[in-house]
């Protein structure tokens, strides 16, 4: 039980297709990211929510679009997807203070979900 | 579907051998680096850190040494187990990226009995 659990483990879906994926972190976090680890490249963060604001978009395309309802919930909205990216999407989660990295509080990762496009 | 992937390098060792797993990193101006574990089918794990004014430190069963001269960071495991295997990363925190981690390509670790 990591304490972050992401749904579906796994999901294929044509290029035409809209889904989501979601993450729910059980920690007592404030802030969450979206991970892409596919099998060309390393991780690549994607996004990050800070106490549900969105402060990062890592040019990220807009057929991936994130939603953060709450500090415990994050969504990842997919549509129109192409076969590049298929891939593992993780999310990830950590408590921040706004003085910069505490070494107390490492980022904790759930377990992926594995997305294939057709 | 994917064609070409990452060549991850591979490190094995003998059980209840020393680990020596090593990263490069270009960026001078890091606060911290990271070590993460990553076993199949899981997300990845956080080992241990180290902050950019050390060049030592120590967990449990882990070292992790910085080398800022040659931009070098290195991970060793003592009396490596069967339950060490797994994919190993190295990430960075820029200056100012407190919540930004830079992640390497990483190693992959075959401990045999």
């Known amino acids: 039980e990591t304490g972050v659990t992401q749904t579906p483990r796994h999901l294929v879906m044509g290029m035409t297709n809209k889904k989501s994926l979601k993450c729910e972190q059980h920690l007592g976090h404030n802030a969450m990211y979206w991970y892409k680890q596919s099998a060309k490249k390393p991780l690549e963060l994607m996004f990050v929510y800070n106490f549900k604001e969105q402060t990062e978009n890592n040019s990220v395309p807009s057929r991936f679009s994130p939603e953060c309802p709450n500090s415990s919930h994050l969504f990842l909205h997919l549509h129109t997807l192409q076969p590049e990216d298929s891939a593992l999407y993780l999310c990830a989660s950590s408590q921040e203070t706004k003085k910069g990295y505490d070494s107390n509080q490492p980022q904790h990762f759930g377990d992926g979900t594995r997305l294939s496009i057709l | 579907g994917e064609s070409v992937g990452l060549h991850l390098p591979t490190l094995s060792v003998q059980e209840g051998d020393n680990s020596i797993i090593n990263c490069a990193y270009s960026?001078?101006?890091?606060?911290?680096f990271i070590w993460y574990k990553q076993e199949s089918g899981k997300g990845p794990q956080f080992i241990i850190d180290?902050?950019?004014?050390?060049d030592k430190r120590q967990g449990q069963r882990v070292t992790v040494l910085l080398n800022k001269t040659v931009k070098h960071l290195s991970l060793q495991i003592a009396a490596t187990q069967p339950g060490d295997s797994a994919v190993y990363f190295c990430a960075e925190i820029p200056w100012g990226g407190y919540n930004k981690l830079i992640f390497g390509a990483g190693t992959r670790l075959a401990v045999h009995p």
């Open positions: 180290i902050r950019s004014n050390m």
């Open positions: 960026n001078s101006a890091s606060d911290y």
